[in-house]
């Protein structure tokens, strides 16, 4: 067995501990005599699990009791569509488009109410971030929506925007569980957790309990509601039962790396290295505005896509995968989720220093 270094955008590495975890209980969980995957979801064991992961996901990010944690299925993007059917009271709701992900939610959003773009960085293709210190607010908007992390971009909110007293929705998932955050500040937090926290098929929403009502957009299916699945526990019907167990473990694991703060200053170290190497560079360059880097997703380019082709297949062949660009951008992207070890960068500043010797 070799394992590579994945720069997957998402689905993305995970920590290698977790994943010989989950092998060595695959036949057999704690005991029980089958799989995680072939139990009920209503079983003694499972219920454990679930709460279990739910405890460890308030720990870790310190959420206040009047904040619920769900654990639904359709991806982000399903909640595009979830957000405004739930929240838009008044019909209105503010965007601000720092990117593709932001967008689609914007677009979606549009079907269900008047949706507002009171920002955006798509003139200069989204490598930035717009100054959120004094936007146009609507006075009747029911909540202000970001993509906090802009994965396909490599963009981050460095500060919060000044939402005026408003409901502040995030799709955090990027940078989901990469830092400490300030749960109060939000009236939702959500993500898929395939990027940054665990395998495709779980979202994660962390919502304050004045959010969920039954006064929700006439029409919605009940599978839709936030109410629903607040009121069962996550358990209304079958839910992505494997994936909760692997986010569980991953949380176990971030604890025991001392939790956010820690994982916070390894992700500052990761990404240095390799900002340092893209700012000194004479071959690569970074494509963000400085101030707004992510510290997860690390978009260069050469300026030449043949080039750009050839570093992605050169470093493909020496182990490090996945550092092709998005579709729509080209260039190269490393994602340098929590599980990418510090080592891992290494290997991709030396392979690039090399590339960039032979290839000057
Ligand atoms: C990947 C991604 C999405 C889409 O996630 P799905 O689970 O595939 O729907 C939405 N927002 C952000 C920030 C993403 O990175």
């Not at 949706?115 to 798509?122: G, V, W």
């Not at 300030?182 to 395998?199: E, M, R």
């Not at 790396?257 to 990761?270: I, S, T, V, Y």
């Not at 560079?281 to 963000?288: C, D, E, N």
Request: hydrophobic share 40%; with cysteine; net charge neutral.
């Amino acid at each position: 067995m070799s394992r590579v270094y994945n720069f997957s955008a998402g689905p993305a590495v995970l920590p290698e501990e977790v994943l010989r975890e989950a092998a060595a209980e695959m036949l057999d969980y704690n005991g029980t005599g089958m799989s995680v995957m072939e139990m009920s979801h209503r079983s003694k064991a499972f219920e454990e699990i679930i709460q279990t992961a739910e405890a460890d996901i308030r720990e870790l990010m310190n959420i206040p009791d009047n904040y619920k944690v769900l654990f639904l299925q359709g991806g982000a993007s399903q909640q595009f569509a979830m957000i405004p059917m739930n929240l838009m009271k008044n019909g209105v709701a503010d965007f601000i488009v720092t990117g593709q992900w932001a967008k689609k939610a914007y677009q979606e959003a549009q079907k269900f109410g008047k949706a507002n773009k009171i920002a955006s960085s798509e003139d200069r293709t989204f490598s930035y971030i717009p100054d959120c210190s004094d936007l146009p607010i609507s006075e009747d908007a029911d909540y202000v929506y970001i993509c906090e992390n802009n994965t396909i971009y490599g963009t981050k909110y460095k500060e919060l925007p000044n939402t005026k007293g408003k409901t502040l929705v995030a799709d955090v998932s990027s940078c989901f569980l990469s830092e400490p955050v300030d749960v109060t500040k939000y009236g939702i937090i959500y993500g898929g957790v395939q990027k940054n926290v665990g395998p495709a098929g779980v979202v994660i929403v962390i919502i304050r309990e004045d959010l969920i009502t039954d006064d929700v957009m006439p029409g919605t299916p009940t599978m839709l509601k936030y109410k629903t699945h607040a009121d069962a526990k996550s358990l209304y019907n079958t839910p992505p039962a494997y994936g909760i167990y692997i986010c569980g473990k991953v949380f176990k694991w971030l604890k025991k790396q001392g939790g956010l703060a820690a994982m916070k200053e390894r992700n500052e170290k990761k990404a240095k290295l390799l900002y340092d190497f893209l700012d000194q560079s004479k071959l690569f360059k970074g494509t963000v505005e400085k101030k707004d880097r992510s510290l997860m997703n690390v978009p260069f380019v050469t300026g030449d896509a043949d080039l750009d082709a050839k570093f992605v297949k050169e470093a493909k062949e020496a182990g490090l995968e996945n550092l092709k660009g998005h579709r729509t951008v080209g260039g190269m992207r490393a994602s340098i989720y929590n599980a990418m070890p510090y080592e891992g960068v290494e290997a991709l500043v030396a392979f690039m220093k090399k590339f960039e010797e032979e290839n000057l």
